[in-house]
């Protein structure tokens, strides 16, 4: 599998369809994964394809805007692509799509990868990337969505439980916005976290200002979460922050029928009016 | 065992002082006076700066463009940019601000003595300058000849202007002014500020030029001094960089290891040389 | 003969301190993630805590604290400083934090001092923990420290069996143990661990041959500036400072910020003097290798202790640095520029 990968990639650098190809790359640590931006054969030759990639490639083509760049993308990667050519952030003709099947990635920090999967797969709709050029299958034995089980705990608590679990999330937040920095759908060129004038969050780590910056990114990345999970992922200090974006795209999914970035077509429920909308409302 | 002596005056809190006059210069900046409730400040030296604080909206730095040395209150020239400055520009006269400094090295004014100045300011460049200028006015024996070439978008972006009259009588000195474009009620030169040196040639002999404006500026500048047979030891710069501590600790100043807030911000050549693609 | 202190003993003389009024900082798990924090009972040590995830700088240098407020009252301006007047025990410091504390020490306290730093610094004693086993990403030997040095702490404590040998490292920490009341005892110390060992010396001059070099940039390519590295670095000291108005009062707050963080060094008018992802990617290890180093005493800005490697989300390895700089300075392949 790994080798239709690396001929391809050659074969999009050879023919200069292509200036970079962005895959994985085994880590220092000998088990897990890293992305490898390949810019020669050799360094192709580097390239990793196994359940360890857990990373969302497709984010660093906001880095590559106007370059021609082939990525490697998962299912839930690949939707990636999809938000960004539909919010007008990358030309889909730079793009070239190397997918992968999926099975489902492992959790993997540094030094371990173990068996299990990750809460995103579990709750992953997607065996086959919703965009690609050119398919690759990763084999594994598939999971089977199973709704959101995380999710669904937490609505089975009171909401003065739910208030009290997430103030003990956000008391522990360092506010390093790595969760910002990872994410494909945060690339607004000055973040609101970040504007002076008006100031939306003070600069205090404490929890209300903790508070308010999970709950307005959440609230930005309603109906735009493509759910790859990297958010959680990168949590230095092991936030849930997936259960605050499911909770959100569980609600989309249930108004509006609409599951982002599953093609560039569909508009966004929240890019669109309709008018029988209000009326429900009413 | 355990500390006994009672901390030491923290370098990060200002002192609060008072507004004391606000000038508009342009359209943009103001010229604020400070002083502290005594009627006094702090002992400076030309090309240092201060920390000015909005309180409850933050705090910048500033070049102080007053001369120490002519008594008087602070005066600081602030362009209307950032929030600190709007903040600042939203203030009147008794309004009670916070004051950090001096930091900084200043300009090596001893090295400057018995020379030809060439002053090159751009913008609100001039502020850092006009100490310097005023210095040579004060002190005229001091130096040879001060030619300032000052330019700016157009003249109503010229700063100090109602001052120019006065700086171009005293005898040794000449101003040469200039605007990037032309605009009714200016019948001066229209030209970049590189352009006006080659067209200048000022004496590179026994000279030491002096600049200050936006980095862009800068960069052209000393090539055109480069190119007119300037050394790199006789040219000296200020450079802006965010900074937020002055005291050389929050590392966001730095241009490769120099730290503008102590290191700077005034610089030779020969010290920035290795650094050019980062001011 | 050797301080003996039972591990009951030990939790006893610091529930002692802390009954006397002295704050103390030590790991603890704060729902399954080992960090610093203040217990409110010694019981609460997560005694076997190996490196926390992000660093005991938190106490001395917190993710934010207030400076002074000001409050605005009939025109007046009255500004009051916030000041620590107690005392603490930083507790658990393996060598590579208190390594870490020192290399905070040499900028913050370098004159003018930062004043709240050297404020908690010097009512904070530290009381350090040998490390018995060391991670595959510690390389606390390459950087001027190692698993049982009590250089920069003021007591150190050796895990044996049944409890700790404790020794008094300064006199600040003899003073200490005056209420530990250990016992007399004929023990010998374990053998300490060997962490892999990396060619840092002479780092600065191979990081100034390669300062212009096309490593960065690529460096850069998977680096997606989430300032983790710097956040849970004992020795990232970087800083912003912002008001935080309520009403009549507002609050100075100097805040952690990151050398990678957008807009770091964006002034007001836009201009940006490391706007590039290469010249971010290069501030925070010219800080560590070079600019530090050559404003300090030679020293190293880093503690060896592996906390980035372990949290970047890109694996962008300090160690595999280090090692490269040797590489390409070593073979001078020159720029590998793409």
């Not at chain 3, 935080?244 to 770091?264: D, I, K, L, M």
Request: charged share 25%.
């Amino acid at each position: 599998m790994v080798d239709e990968i690396r001929s391809k990639a050659k074969e999009l650098l050879t023919d200069g369809t292509v200036e970079c190809v962005i895959g994985y790359e085994r880590a220092t640590d000998g088990v897990t994964a890293r992305p490898l931006f390949a810019y020669t054969a050799e360094e192709i030759d580097r390239f990793i394809m196994d359940n360890t990639c857990v990373h969302n490639l497709a984010r660093y083509l906001l880095d590559r805007k106007g370059k021609p760049t082939a990525v490697v993308v998962k299912p839930c990667d690949s939707r990636t692509i999809n938000l960004l050519v539909q919010e007008n952030q990358i030309e889909r003709d730079k793009v070239f799509a190397i997918g992968v099947t999926c099975p489902g990635v492992v959790e993997a920090h540094w030094g371990e990868a173990s068996d299990e999967a990750q809460p995103r797969c579990v709750t992953c709709s997607l065996e086959v990337p919703a965009v690609y050029d050119y398919l690759v299958t990763m084999p594994g034995e598939r999971q089977t969505r199973t709704g959101f089980p995380d999710l669904e705990r937490m609505e089975t608590m009171s909401p003065e439980e739910r208030r009290e679990f997430w103030e003990r999330q956000f008391e522990r937040c360092i506010r390093c916005h790595a969760c910002r920095q990872v994410c494909p759908g945060c690339y607004c060129p000055i973040c609101f976290v970040d504007q002076l004038d008006p100031t939306w969050v003070g600069i205090r780590n404490a929890p209300p200002e903790n508070q308010v910056w999970h709950l307005i990114r959440a609230f930005h990345l309603a109906g735009r979460c493509i759910e790859c999970g990297e958010c959680q992922r990168v949590c230095p200090v092991g936030i849930p922050l997936m259960l605050l974006n499911q909770k959100l795209a569980a609600e989309v999914e249930g108004m509006f029928d609409f599951r982002p970035g599953l093609d560039a077509e569909t508009l966004p429920p929240f890019a669109v009016f309709k008018k029988e909308e209000l009326e429900a409302e009413r | 065992m355990w500390a006994a002596e009672k901390s030491r005056a923290n370098p990060l809190v200002p002192l609060p002082a008072t507004i004391s006059a606000v000038r508009e210069l342009t359209i943009d900046v103001n010229l604020f006076q400070v002083q502290f409730g005594d009627g006094g400040g702090f002992p400076y030296r030309p090309g240092q700066f201060a920390f000015l604080s909005a309180f409850g909206v933050g705090e910048a730095p500033f070049s102080i463009t007053s001369l120490n040395d002519e008594g008087g209150p602070m005066e600081f020239a602030i362009r209307r940019v950032g929030t600190v400055s709007t903040a600042l520009h939203d203030m009147e006269p008794g309004s009670v601000l916070g004051v950090r400094g001096p930091f900084g090295n200043g300009f090596p004014l001893d090295t400057f003595k018995g020379k030809n100045l060439v002053i090159i300011g751009g913008g609100i460049g001039l502020a850092p300058l006009r100490p310097i200028i005023k210095n040579a006015l004060v002190y005229r024996d001091d130096y040879g000849e001060v030619v300032v070439i000052y330019g700016a978008r157009t003249h109503q972006d010229l700063v100090f202007a109602s001052e120019f009259e006065d700086w171009a009588a005293v005898p040794g000195v000449r101003l040469e002014l200039t605007v990037d474009r032309e605009g009714p009620g200016w019948d001066g030169r229209v030209a970049l500020v590189p352009a006006v040196i080659k067209e200048l040639q000022p004496t590179v002999e026994n000279a030491v030029a002096i600049i200050c404006g936006p980095p862009i500026m800068i960069r052209f500048v000393l090539a055109e001094l480069k190119a007119q047979g300037f050394e790199n030891h006789q040219i000296v710069t200020t450079l802006e960089s965010k900074m937020k501590c002055g005291i050389g600790k929050c590392a966001r100043c730095n241009i490769g290891e120099k730290y503008v807030c102590q290191d700077g911000p005034v610089f030779t050549f020969d010290q920035i040389s290795g650094f050019l693609e980062q001011i | 003969m050797s301080r003996f202190l039972s591990r009951e003993a030990l939790l006893a003389w610091l529930d002692g301190l802390r009954e006397g009024g002295t704050v103390v900082v030590a790991p603890t798990l704060v729902e399954g993630v080992s960090l610093y924090r203040q217990v409110p009972v010694a019981s609460e040590i997560d005694l076997d805590a190996s490196v926390t995830v992000v660093s005991p700088k938190e106490w001395l240098f917190p993710a934010s604290h207030t400076i002074f407020t000001v409050e605005r009252k009939d025109g007046r301006v009255d500004l009051r400083e916030n000041t620590f007047d107690g005392r603490a025990v930083l507790f658990g410091l393996h060598p590579c934090d208190a390594l870490g504390v020192h290399l905070m020490d040499v900028p913050f306290l370098a004159e003018p001092a930062d004043g709240s730093y050297r404020e908690r610094r010097e009512r904070t004693a530290l009381v350090g923990l040998s490390c018995i086993r060391c991670r595959p990403e510690c390389f606390c030997t390459s950087v001027d420290t190692s698993p049982d040095d009590p250089t920069h702490l003021d007591v150190m404590l050796t895990l044996v069996e049944g409890g700790y040998v404790v020794a008094a490292a300064s006199d600040k920490g003899e003073a200490l143990l005056a209420s530990a009341k250990p016992e007399e005892k004929a023990l010998s110390l374990p053998e300490p661990p060997a962490p892999e060992k990396l060619p840092t010396e002479d780092l600065p001059r191979l990081f100034r041959a390669l300062y212009d070099d096309g490593y960065w940039g690529r460096l850069a390519d998977r680096c997606i500036h989430c300032n983790i590295c710097s956040y849970v670095c004992p020795t990232c000291y970087c800083f912003d400072m912002r008001d935080y108005p309520r009403g009549n009062t507002a609050e100075r707050v100097q805040s952690w910020e990151s050398c990678q963080a957008p807009g770091f060094t964006r002034l007001a008018g836009g201009h940006d003097t490391r706007g590039s992802k290469a010249a971010k990617m290069r501030q925070r290890f010219a800080h560590k290798f070079l600019y530090f180093p050559e404003t300090f005493d030679s020293q190293l800005s880093c503690s060896g202790c592996g906390r980035c490697v372990r949290a970047c989300p890109v694996n962008i390895d300090i160690r595999e640095i280090i090692s490269d700089l040797k590489k390409i300075g070593v073979s001078s392949v020159g720029s590998g520029e793409k």
